[in-house]
């Protein structure tokens, strides 16, 4: 008897399987070295600027927390459907429907039940690993000292406490109830359920699985609603934030009632796991639902609409004062200086002696509008850039306090594509850039006190190289062998491209690129081969990446929100980028929340579109510093008592430095940071009022003023950092400052109502606010009807309209206001800048007014003795700077046709020579340009004397 054997596969079916076999695993080696390379060159990262510890802690804690959340989920729900399959019925009789039900699901039996509950396990634990901030702020809580006025416990309940014991019930409560629909899955596929018509028949192991699975889901949203009577102390109305007066006597009594039916409903599914009987449990879940519609919600609202809304004013005054107080507290507001501020209209010859220092230090000069001029003057070759807007800070200069705009001269790339040049020569921008904030030279031009390449000026020696800024490259390959004499990175030019002078970078700002493996896993991070092929990448060389100042201290301390805005400072003989880190949370009781990124939208600050960051709590808790050169992070506890910042430096030991210390040096440029000013200004528009019922009223709510110089959008008014000597001081500060006015509609709206100020210098009296409040009954004009003024008055506009002439086009910059001379005075510089041609805006005249009394003149000593009747008593700072003489005046209406020919013949000269300046510049012939420029000057001279003349 023969035996047929079945043909072997053929042989090119097998290898097609082995190659794919083999595809598919190397294919699973590649990314998962992919995957490999980012969490390495992370270690890397972290590693060498010192905070490998953050990035463990997060990597343990989310590990830990996967672990739970996957464990929970998978075992519970594996357990319920192991439990359910074990309790069938072995003889139960099954429709035929059930029938093929089994048959399709038993060979996958075994399967399905490790797998569902795997994937489940999956999602639970990647969804808990993301709360694991929650729970190490739990375990490393520490008490705020302060009780809510509600329930009496501390405010750290609030912020650590209740949001973890609401993640958990949540959790649970997901897990149990997914048990349990697999458990009812189970049950009635193998026949522990069985419904026929209208009967449904249970067994009773699988009865008494589902109802303890039921008592505990009741339960578990019984403990919810217990913990939502807290969560009540952050919940946002109309009119309040916290426990209402309906709250108070209605909702909470009645979460405590809805608690109490559901720990019955829970002992009633408890007690049909024993007799068998639902009825019970079903009716107390109607009960429950039932009472909640009426005790949760018809309940509250019968008392808010009958009890409450007829004397509102009367029964919401204490919880509206529970919430102005602590959103005061919480905001860092309550020690706010308010003064009454009786603003006088009129300009008093002599009135601004008593201020002269705060005149002499005026700002003409303004940081958002002189960036091209920065460019154009110190940028010195093409791939040096500054930012659109820049910093304001102070230095000293020859023992006097001066105000400052500062930038840093950082590297722009955009005019290479060369890998090699990109990622080895154009590594760095070199210097700062400072000028004085009150002066300008005869031509309308910043009058530096730092400048040039190599740096020369008033700020002495510091190391110029800025390897880390807010403008760096995505990464940059620096260092070379010790000793070595091949320098390739370009530092500045020297006058010629032969010339230029190199370096190589010295300091220890990145991972080294030291080995095969190391450049293999940058190569793949940055998707450059460059990196491993170069014969310039070398054991010595480090690669320099997240560069950004303020992304690097979000990196290293991922529970800051960080100010927008990095500012620099020449310190200890190092440029350092100065980075403000705050502590928040939205968990405060009583304290108004609002949306930070919505709060510090501002003509300087654009709106960021989908940003979720509400808070209702907030300290400038941190004062960090990025060195420029070597991008070294430190973090300084700047607010060592609060409370969340110390539960971080729990969690993180080791990486905040004592504000003890920061040098001398260090403290003399610290700000007050601007994000937080415009948070407080926006919370103070309406909590200035502390009087109940004038904050229910709402009548005297103030608002920002939109920024006058911007006519295409409105946007609010940005806050102004200048020198000044606010009312009942006795010396001037750096400060910062906003405006308000009523927030209504109408004409009320230019009506100045507040003026905020905050003392910026550090020190005994740093973060004091000062509020200046203005009689109801003032006609002090507000930003937008100054500006108005200043564009409708018939000289101003004549003269405005001549320093246009010739394709140059006005810009207005910022709009300061100052309370001086007893009452406000507003200051606004204007730059003229050629519309064709090189570009760059110029200071040529300075707006002021004082009431509804206005001045525009060449200087601001000019203007303001204009204003004040020639005796304001003031020094400014431009006051000895010539006169532009290429600044054209607009005379009055000549009188002799002779003269009027003249000054028609002189401005067409004028044109003509303008016309000839951008034509030399188009095509770089600077002795041309220079011969323009005289022609113009001329022009404009020949302009004035026939003005003067008629």
């Given at each position: 008897?023969?035996?047929?054997?079945?043909?072997?596969?053929?042989?090119?079916?097998?290898?097609?399987?082995?190659?794919?076999?083999?595809?598919?695993?190397?294919?699973?080696l590649?990314i998962?070295?992919?995957?490999?390379?980012?969490?390495?060159?992370d270690?890397?990262?972290f590693?060498?600027?010192?905070?490998?510890?953050?990035?463990?802690?997060?990597?343990?804690?989310?590990?830990?927390?996967?672990?739970v959340?996957?464990?929970?989920m998978?075992?519970?729900?594996w357990?319920?459907?192991?439990?359910?399959?074990?309790?069938?019925?072995?003889?139960?009789k099954?429709?035929?429907?059930l029938?093929?039900?089994?048959?399709?699901?038993?060979?996958?039996?075994?399967?399905?039940?490790?797998?569902?509950?795997?994937?489940l396990g999956?999602?639970?634990?990647?969804?808990?690993?993301?709360r694991?901030?929650?729970?190490?702020q739990?375990?490393?809580?520490?008490?705020?000292?302060?009780?809510?006025?509600?329930?009496?416990?501390?405010?750290?309940?609030?912020?650590?406490?209740?949001?973890?014991?609401?993640?958990?019930?949540?959790y649970?409560?997901?897990?149990?109830?997914?048990?349990?629909l697999?458990?009812?899955?189970?049950?009635?596929?193998?026949?522990?359920?069985?419904?026929?018509?209208?009967?449904?028949?249970?067994?009773?192991r699988?009865r008494?699985?589902l109802?303890?699975?039921?008592?505990?889901y009741?339960?578990?949203?019984?403990?919810?609603?217990?913990?939502?009577?807290?969560?009540?102390?952050?919940?946002?109305?109309?009119?309040?934030?916290?426990?209402?007066?309906?709250?108070?006597?209605?909702?909470?009594?009645?979460?405590t009632?809805?608690?109490?039916?559901?720990?019955?409903?829970?002992?009633?599914?408890?007690?049909t796991?024993?007799?068998?009987?639902?009825?019970?449990?079903?009716?107390?879940?109607?009960?429950?639902?039932?009472?909640?519609?009426v005790?949760?919600?018809?309940?509250p609202?019968?008392v808010?609409?009958?009890?409450?809304?007829?004397?509102?004013?009367?029964l919401?005054?204490?919880?509206i004062?529970?919430?102005?107080?602590?959103?005061?507290?919480?905001?860092?507001?309550?020690?706010?200086?308010?003064?009454?501020?009786?603003a006088?209209?009129?300009?008093?010859?002599?009135?601004?002696?008593?201020d002269?220092?705060?005149?002499a230090?005026?700002?003409?000069?303004?940081?958002?509008?002189?960036?091209?001029?920065?460019?154009?003057?110190?940028?010195?070759?093409?791939?040096?850039q500054?930012?659109?807007?820049?910093?304001?800070d102070?230095?000293t200069?020859?023992?006097?306090?001066?105000?400052?705009?500062?930038?840093?001269?950082?590297?722009n790339?955009?005019?290479?594509?060369?890998?090699?040049?990109?990622?080895?020569?154009?590594?760095?921008?070199?210097?700062v850039?400072?000028?004085?904030?009150?002066q300008?030279d005869?031509?309308?031009?910043?009058?530096?006190?730092?400048?040039?390449?190599?740096?020369?000026?008033?700020?002495?020696?510091?190391?110029?190289?800025?390897?880390f800024?807010?403008?760096?490259?995505?990464?940059?390959i620096?260092g070379?062998?010790e000793?070595?004499?091949?320098?390739?990175?370009?530092?500045?030019?020297?006058?010629?491209?032969?010339?230029?002078?190199?370096?190589?970078?010295?300091?220890?700002?990145?991972?080294?690129?030291?080995?095969?493996?190391?450049?293999?896993?940058?190569a793949?991070?940055?998707?450059?081969?460059?990196?491993?092929?170069?014969?310039q990448?070398?054991?010595?060389?480090?690669?320099?990446?997240d560069?950004?100042?303020?992304?690097?201290?979000?990196n290293?301390?991922?529970?800051?929100?960080?100010d927008?805005?990095?500012?620099?400072?020449?310190?200890?003989?190092r440029?350092?980028?100065?980075v403000?880190?705050?502590?928040?949370?939205?968990?405060y009781?009583?304290?108004?929340v609002?949306?930070?990124?919505?709060?510090?939208?501002?003509?300087?600050?654009?709106?960021?579109p989908?940003?979720?960051d509400?808070?209702?709590?907030?300290?400038?808790?941190?004062k960090?510093?990025v060195d420029?050169?070597?991008?070294?992070?430190?973090?300084?506890?700047w607010?060592?008592?609060?409370?969340?910042?110390k539960?971080?430096?729990?969690?993180y030991?080791?990486?905040?430095?004592?504000?003890?210390?920061?040098?001398?040096?260090?403290?003399?440029?610290?700000?007050?940071?601007?994000?937080?000013?415009?948070?407080?200004?926006s919370?103070?528009?309406?909590y200035?009022?502390?009087?109940?019922?004038?904050f229910y009223?709402?009548?005297?709510?103030?608002?920002?003023?939109?920024?006058?110089?911007?006519?295409?959008?409105?946007?609010?008014?940005?806050?102004?950092?200048?020198?000044?000597?606010l009312?009942?001081?006795?010396?001037?500060?750096?400060?910062l400052?906003s405006?308000?006015?009523?927030?209504?509609?109408?004409?009320?709206?230019?009506?100045?109502?507040?003026?905020?100020?905050?003392?910026?210098?550090?020190?005994?009296?740093?973060?004091?606010?000062t509020?200046l409040?203005?009689?109801?009954?003032?006609?002090?004009?507000?930003?937008?009807?100054?500006?108005?003024?200043?564009?409708?008055?018939?000289?101003?506009?004549?003269?405005?309209?001549?320093?246009s002439?010739?394709?140059?086009?006005?810009?207005?910059?910022?709009?300061l206001?100052?309370?001086?001379?007893?009452?406000?005075?507003?200051?606004?510089?204007?730059?003229?800048?050629?519309?064709?041609?090189?570009?760059?805006p110029?200071?040529r005249?300075?707006?002021?007014?004082?009431?509804?009394?206005?001045?525009?003149?060449?200087?601001?000593d000019?203007?303001?003795?204009?204003?004040?009747?020639?005796?304001?008593?003031?020094?400014?700072?431009?006051?000895?700077?010539?006169?532009?003489?290429?600044?054209?005046?607009e005379?009055?209406?000549?009188?002799?046709?002779?003269?009027?020919?003249e000054?028609?013949?002189?401005?067409?000269d004028?044109?003509?020579?303008?016309?000839?300046?951008?034509?030399?510049?188009?095509?770089?012939?600077?002795v041309?340009?220079?011969?323009?420029?005289?022609?113009?000057?001329?022009?404009?001279?020949?302009?004035?004397a026939?003005?003067?003349?008629?």
């Amino acid at each position: 008897m023969s035996t047929t054997r079945p043909a072997a596969p053929p042989a090119r079916s097998r290898t097609r399987a082995a190659v794919a076999i083999a595809a598919a695993i190397v294919a699973v080696l590649v990314i998962a070295f992919f995957v490999f390379s980012g969490f390495y060159s992370d270690v890397l990262w972290f590693d060498q600027l010192g905070f490998l510890g953050v990035l463990t802690t997060r990597w343990a804690s989310q590990a830990v927390m996967f672990g739970v959340g996957f464990v929970a989920m998978a075992f519970i729900v594996w357990l319920s459907i192991a439990l359910a399959f074990r309790a069938r019925p072995v003889y139960a009789k099954l429709n035929s429907q059930l029938d093929r039900y089994q048959q399709v699901i038993e060979p996958l039996r075994k399967v399905a039940m490790i797998g569902i509950p795997l994937v489940l396990g999956l999602f639970m634990g990647v969804s808990t690993a993301t709360r694991w901030e929650t729970v190490q702020q739990f375990l490393y809580r520490t008490p705020f000292g302060e009780v809510d006025a509600q329930f009496g416990l501390d405010i750290a309940f609030y912020v650590y406490e209740l949001p973890l014991y609401r993640g958990v019930v949540a959790y649970a409560s997901a897990v149990v109830l997914i048990a349990g629909l697999a458990a009812l899955a189970t049950s009635y596929i193998y026949g522990g359920i069985q419904v026929t018509g209208r009967e449904v028949r249970i067994t009773r192991r699988a009865r008494i699985q589902l109802a303890i699975t039921a008592a505990i889901y009741i339960a578990l949203q019984g403990l919810s609603i217990w913990l939502d009577q807290y969560a009540t102390l952050t919940d946002q109305k109309d009119i309040l934030t916290g426990v209402s007066y309906a709250d108070d006597n209605a909702r909470i009594p009645g979460l405590t009632i809805l608690a109490g039916i559901a720990a019955i409903v829970a002992v009633l599914c408890i007690v049909t796991a024993i007799i068998g009987r639902w009825r019970l449990p079903l009716i107390g879940t109607a009960l429950l639902i039932i009472a909640g519609l009426v005790v949760g919600s018809i309940y509250p609202a019968i008392v808010d609409r009958l009890q409450v809304q007829p004397s509102a004013g009367q029964l919401e005054a204490p919880y509206i004062e529970r919430n102005i107080d602590a959103t005061r507290q919480a905001y860092g507001i309550a020690d706010v200086d308010v003064q009454q501020y009786d603003a006088q209209s009129v300009a008093e010859p002599g009135a601004l002696r008593e201020d002269a220092e705060t005149t002499a230090n005026i700002r003409i000069l303004d940081p958002a509008r002189v960036s091209p001029t920065f460019a154009q003057l110190e940028r010195v070759r093409q791939y040096y850039q500054f930012q659109s807007h820049l910093d304001v800070d102070r230095y000293t200069i020859d023992g006097n306090t001066q105000d400052t705009v500062i930038a840093v001269r950082e590297l722009n790339q955009d005019a290479d594509d060369s890998w090699y040049n990109n990622a080895l020569v154009y590594t760095h921008g070199y210097g700062v850039v400072a000028a004085y904030g009150n002066q300008r030279d005869a031509q309308g031009q910043p009058q530096f006190l730092e400048s040039g390449i190599p740096s020369t000026g008033e700020l002495g020696e510091y190391e110029p190289r800025v390897y880390f800024g807010e403008n760096s490259p995505a990464y940059s390959i620096v260092g070379g062998p010790e000793g070595a004499d091949d320098d390739i990175e370009i530092d500045y030019p020297s006058g010629s491209t032969e010339s230029n002078a190199y370096t190589t970078f010295t300091g220890d700002g990145g991972p080294q690129l030291g080995g095969l493996f190391t450049r293999l896993v940058y190569a793949i991070k940055f998707g450059a081969e460059e990196i491993l092929l170069s014969e310039q990448v070398n054991d010595s060389s480090q690669i320099l990446y997240d560069r950004n100042p303020i992304d690097r201290v979000k990196n290293v301390a991922p529970y800051l929100t960080v100010d927008s805005d990095a500012y620099p400072a020449v310190v200890d003989g190092r440029i350092l980028w100065i980075v403000d880190g705050y502590t928040t949370t939205a968990s405060y009781p009583y304290s108004h929340v609002q949306s930070l990124s919505g709060a510090i939208v501002d003509s300087n600050t654009p709106a960021q579109p989908y940003a979720i960051d509400d808070i209702n709590y907030i300290r400038n808790s941190v004062k960090a510093t990025v060195d420029a050169y070597d991008g070294t992070v430190t973090l300084y506890a700047w607010d060592e008592e609060d409370p969340i910042l110390k539960t971080w430096e729990a969690i993180y030991p080791g990486t905040i430095t004592p504000k003890s210390e920061m040098s001398d040096e260090l403290l003399a440029h610290v700000r007050y940071p601007a994000d937080l000013f415009k948070v407080q200004r926006s919370v103070l528009a309406t909590y200035h009022i502390t009087n109940p019922i004038e904050f229910y009223s709402r009548t005297d709510a103030w608002t920002t003023p939109d920024d006058p110089t911007e006519t295409a959008t409105e946007v609010a008014q940005p806050p102004y950092y200048l020198t000044m000597q606010l009312p009942g001081t006795e010396a001037p500060a750096f400060t910062l400052y906003s405006t308000y006015i009523p927030r209504t509609s109408g004409e009320s709206q230019n009506i100045l109502t507040g003026y905020l100020a905050v003392n910026s210098d550090a020190g005994e009296d740093y973060g004091k606010l000062t509020l200046l409040t203005l009689p109801k009954d003032n006609t002090v004009p507000a930003p937008g009807q100054v500006q108005n003024q200043f564009d409708s008055d018939p000289v101003v506009g004549r003269d405005l309209n001549l320093l246009s002439q010739g394709g140059s086009e006005v810009q207005l910059g910022n709009l300061l206001t100052l309370p001086v001379g007893g009452g406000l005075l507003y200051v606004q510089p204007v730059y003229v800048q050629s519309s064709g041609g090189t570009q760059y805006p110029l200071l040529r005249k300075v707006l002021v007014a004082f009431g509804d009394e206005i001045a525009f003149e060449d200087t601001l000593d000019a203007a303001l003795d204009a204003l004040f009747g020639g005796d304001s008593g003031a020094d400014a700072g431009d006051g000895d700077v010539p006169t532009d003489p290429t600044d054209p005046t607009e005379p009055t209406e000549p009188t002799d046709p002779g003269t009027l020919t003249e000054l028609q013949q002189a401005l067409a000269d004028y044109q003509t020579a303008l016309a000839a300046r951008e034509a030399a510049y188009a095509r770089n012939d600077l002795v041309a340009a220079a011969q323009a420029d005289e022609d113009m000057q001329d022009a404009i001279e020949r302009a004035i004397a026939a003005a003067e003349a008629g």
